[in-house]
């Protein structure tokens, strides 16, 4: 039998966080769920569960999302050592500022 070496709960972690660098790099942007959706070629009910984390995009999606914020897909699914290195800085200073997922007053 295989020994499962994964920690599910650092995974689900990363999940969430992804939804959270959604949101905040669609703010960065000032642009809605709409637009991106709109862009994206999807449902916009299905970029918020994206961002909500109840869903996951495909691997084509995930491409087109990167492609449109101007980062790597190893930064979205917080992959080390390939990321846009003062993107990724700002990003995790919002984690800081406003934990939770917390929105900006």
């Known amino acids: 039998m295989m020994e499962n070496n994964l920690d599910f709960s650092e995974e689900m972690s990363k999940h969430s966080r992804f939804g959270e660098k959604l949101r905040i790099l669609r703010e960065i942007y000032d642009v809605s769920q709409q637009e991106i959706a709109d862009l994206l070629g999807i449902e916009r009910s299905t970029y918020t569960y994206y961002e909500l984390g109840k869903t996951e995009p495909s691997l084509g999606t995930l491409r087109k999302i ?11 699914l917080d992959i080390p050592g390939t990321a846009n290195q003062e993107l990724q800085r ?3 200073h919002i984690f800081v500022v406003y ?3 917390r929105k900006k007053p």
């Open 66 to 76: 990167a492609y449109l914020f101007h980062v790597s897909a190893d930064f979205l």
């Open 99 to 101: 934990p939770e997922g």
């Open 90 to 92: 700002r990003v995790e």
